[in-house]
């Protein structure tokens, strides 16, 4: 019922700029207390990148903070994560996260605090 859709990955140089999108349906967006997007790198365990809450509030995890950028369209059922100055390090699988709950404190890096996850773009990033 609930579907979460990334795209705008693909293969771009170090110092490109790049935006991902999380397209969001089968409840409206106002529906999800928190959003988030999450990376999995090629041999690592997938990792918090940044959270939105309903409210607008952000956080991003401190490898990419002042690079990247998560916002929302209301009217699209969309958010964004807007990344700047790319490094090869960044290379990985983007994965879109939602939940019901406003997610405090700590809680809204943990992956395992959300109910519904995108199929994932492929962020590749060469030097």
């Known amino acids: 019922q609930v579907q979460l859709v990334e795209s705008g990955g693909g293969l771009v140089q170090a110092g490109d700029s790049l935006r991902l999108s999380c397209a969001v349906s089968?409840?409206?967006?106002?529906?999800?207390?928190?959003m988030g997007w999450f990376r999995q790198a090629p041999g690592k365990e997938r990792e918090f990148v940044s959270a939105?809450?309903?409210?607008?509030?952000?956080v991003y995890v401190d490898s990419v903070k002042g690079r990247f950028t998560f916002s929302r369209d209301n009217a699209k059922n969309t958010v964004y994560l807007e990344i700047d100055s790319l490094k090869p390090e960044d290379t990985a699988i983007y994965y879109c996260?939602?939940?019901?709950?406003?997610?405090?404190?700590?809680?809204?890096?943990?992956?395992?605090?959300?109910?519904?996850w995108g199929q994932g773009t492929q962020v590749t990033v060469s030097s």
């Open positions: 996260a939602a939940v019901s709950r406003t997610l405090l404190g700590g809680l809204w890096v943990r992956d395992n605090e959300y109910d519904y």
């Open positions: 089968g409840l409206p967006f106002s529906s999800f207390g928190t």
């Open positions: 939105i809450r309903r409210s607008g509030n952000l």
